[in-house]
């Protein structure tokens, strides 16, 4: 064939594949009102979340409930007609809260009850409880210089409130997370007898706030009890500390940590038209705090995730490389699900060129965090125009998801669904993280821009990336 009967022949081929994946002529801005009308008239996303949420409940790793909803989801994916479904096995912790906690702290011969709960992963307390006087610090670093004489025999109070000035309030959350995660390993270091951490929340309410707290390497005998307080009892016993110094703070908790067990991640998967060894995956975490019933975190995530193979389905768009959804199991205490999916694609080779996860509530999506280069950050933003009609053209550098994390590559874009961050935190890993809390027109716009941007990847990326290497280059 000489050159020019090439050119032909590929400008042909070209024209073909361009039109194949076109949807019948559609152009991009078409597709995607055709994706946003079905998830907001026909989406399937709200229903799943109600029975995840309301039928099964909080799904903490290992617990029945977490199995159940691997089951449920299981079965509504093959409902779906995907070319593949299946359980990926993955190890995971299973921590048990046992018996509601208790709490009180004592001021001239009056008990003042507060609402705590333990955290995950923490040892429970004495049989007959733990009782001691308090110290109270701002963060766990300020331990340091108060030395072992001020602390050993009592009980570390950790005060230290999510800052209302910043506008994202997961910056807020994350400058405080470390005293959750790591104090009770600090304070056990200069004798403590207990941690009690004021609740990652960015509201005054009675709700506790649990989350994963961790004793590094500190040896078990060493090891204290450690708890989250409602901002309300936070605020309660830090003005009673500064009238008495001496009050005594007495809790109960009878959580326990068992040997792992076997669980899954939960796979569907649409096969690639023209690619099908090129992978992009959408998910979120099918676990949740055992509190509430997990409906933002991430239940919200999950069925969104469900729904873009759906969506993608009924819009009629059949993608050129394989699309999974991907729910990931045991995200909150040990990111077992995320770091299994990334080993076993390592293992079988398998090229993943994009991930997209949901993971920061079901509320109104503003739009998109990437973990990208530059230049492909770029090119991706040039598709804001196309999400502007939805007011959900808010395009960013950023982090991605947890769960997605450890896929992490030079190659791959990794990107994070970013709704409204506004009331998450209010909800976050407590008890009040229920269905009713979740706005059904929010979750399902949610969907439709999950779905959106997964087929404008697909439609662009791999010429993206293409590219982006040969600048590069
Ligand atoms: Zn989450």
């Given at each position: ?36 009308t ?15 949420s ?73 049989e ?11 963060t766990y670093?300020?331990l ?12 570390v ?71 989250a ?20 703070f ?112 079901g ?28 007011l ?82």
């Amino acid at each position: 064939m000489n050159k020019y009967l090439k050119l032909v022949s590929k400008i042909v081929l070209i024209t073909f594949l361009m039109f194949s994946i076109s949807v019948k002529g559609q152009s991009d801005e078409e597709i995607l009102k055709s994706v946003y009308t079905k998830s907001l008239t026909n989406g399937k996303s709200y229903e799943w979340l109600d029975y995840l949420s309301n039928t099964i409940g909080g799904r903490l790793s290992g617990s029945t409930n977490a199995e159940l909803a691997v089951q449920y989801t299981k079965k509504e994916l093959e409902k779906l007609d995907l070319d593949k479904v299946w359980l990926q096995p993955v190890m995971v912790p299973k921590w048990v809260r046992g018996e509601k906690e208790m709490a009180y702290f004592e001021t001239s011969g009056i008990l003042n009850k507060v609402n705590i709960c333990a955290l995950g992963g923490s040892i429970a307390t004495p049989e007959k409880g733990t009782k001691a006087q308090v110290i109270e610090v701002a963060t766990y670093k300020a331990l340091e210089a108060l030395g072992e004489e001020n602390i050993k025999g009592k009980i570390v109070f950790i005060n230290r409130a999510l800052q209302p000035e910043l506008i994202n309030t997961f910056q807020a959350y994350g400058g405080c997370s470390v005293e959750r995660y790591a104090g009770a390993a600090e304070a056990a270091k200069y004798g403590a007898v207990g941690t009690i951490v004021r609740s990652l929340s960015s509201r005054q309410d009675d709700y506790p706030h649990t989350g994963s707290m961790s004793y590094g390497d500190l040896p078990v005998a060493q090891r204290i009890p450690s708890a989250a307080i409602s901002t309300n009892d936070a605020v309660k016993l830090s003005e009673a500390l500064k009238k008495d110094k001496n009050l005594e703070f007495y809790f109960e908790m009878s959580c326990q940590q068992f040997d792992d067990v076997q669980s899954y991640n939960v796979i569907g998967e649409i096969t690639g038209s023209e690619f099908p060894n090129e992978y992009m995956i959408v998910g979120g975490h099918l676990d949740s705090w055992d509190l509430g019933d997990g409906a933002h975190d991430d239940g919200a995530g999950v069925v969104q995730s469900m729904d873009v193979l759906r969506l993608l389905k009924e819009s009629g768009i059949t993608p050129k490389r394989s699309i999974r959804v991907v729910l990931f199991m045991n995200e909150e205490n040990g990111l077992r699900g995320g770091r299994k999916y990334a080993e076993v694609a390592k293992t079988k080779n398998e090229k993943h060129v994009f991930a997209l996860e949901s993971d920061a509530g079901g509320f109104t999506p503003r739009g998109f965090s990437f973990d990208c280069s530059d230049i492909m950050f770029s090119k991706i933003e040039a598709w804001k125009p196309l999400f502007k009609p939805y007011l959900i053209h808010y395009f960013e550098k950023g982090g991605s998801g947890a769960d997605i994390g450890p896929l992490k590559n030079d190659d791959i874009v990794l990107a994070g669904l970013r709704p409204d961050s506004q009331r998450y935190f209010d909800h976050h890993h407590a008890a009040n993280d229920t269905f009713e809390h979740v706005n059904k027109r929010e979750l399902e716009l949610g969907a439709a821009t999950m779905t959106a941007l997964v087929f404008l990847m697909d439609k662009y990326g791999t010429e993206t990336i293409t590219n982006t290497k040969e600048i590069k280059d």
